[in-house]
């Protein structure tokens, strides 16, 4: 190994590195099972709270006329990802309608994102139950082939003992 190769070490250290914070977590989940609709909607969650606060401080840092309390900020891009809108808190300023529209997009995409994941679970799991129950008929069919098999290889046993005990020998 050279001296510029990671090691495993290395890399299990920056995985759980990248573990510590809540988005780091999320996102592990959702690697190691993206199927899952909880790791799903973890991650989901988790990055719109990370919209949250890294919207809130932008508009907070570069709107302190309008949001001059952090709080106030949070709640701005809270309501507005959310896509309530209260509108006792809206941007005059470009920057403000500019993270505004931005936090918008992203709050219609996490609602739609959302209904298609639980959608999904729905029919994942009633096409399971289906499954099972298709799986269950295919065995009772098998099952009923095997035994008509079974009776039919054993009349050709008996037919074939009376072809041959019904025929001279030849020897």
Not at 30 to 48: E, G, H, M, W, Y
Not at 49 to 65: E, K, N, S, T
Not at 104 to 125: E, N, P, W
Not at 140 to 163: G, S, T
């Amino acid at each position: 190994m050279t001296g510029s190769e990671p090691s495993a070490s290395d890399g299990a250290a920056a995985a759980s590195g990248s573990r510590r914070t809540p988005l780091g977590r999320a996102k592990a989940r959702f690697v190691t099972d993206p199927a899952s609709t909880r790791n799903a909607i973890l991650l989901i969650v988790a990055v719109d709270l990370g919209i949250v606060l890294v919207g809130g401080l932008v508009i907070w840092f570069f709107d302190r006329q309008e949001y001059e309390h952090l709080g106030e900020a949070f709640w701005y891009t809270l309501q507005t990802i959310t896509t309530v809108g209260y509108g006792d808190v809206t941007p005059s300023q470009p920057i403000g309608r500019f993270v505004g529209a931005a936090i918008m997009l992203l709050g219609i995409a996490f609602l739609s994102i959302l209904t298609a994941t639980i959608t999904s679970s729905f029919i994942d799991a009633r096409q399971a139950a289906r499954r099972v129950v298709q799986d269950s008929d295919a065995r009772a069919d098998r099952a009923r082939l095997e035994a008509r098999f079974d009776a039919m290889d054993d009349r050709f046993d008996r037919l074939e003992e009376l072809v041959r005990v019904g025929r001279p020998n030849d020897g």
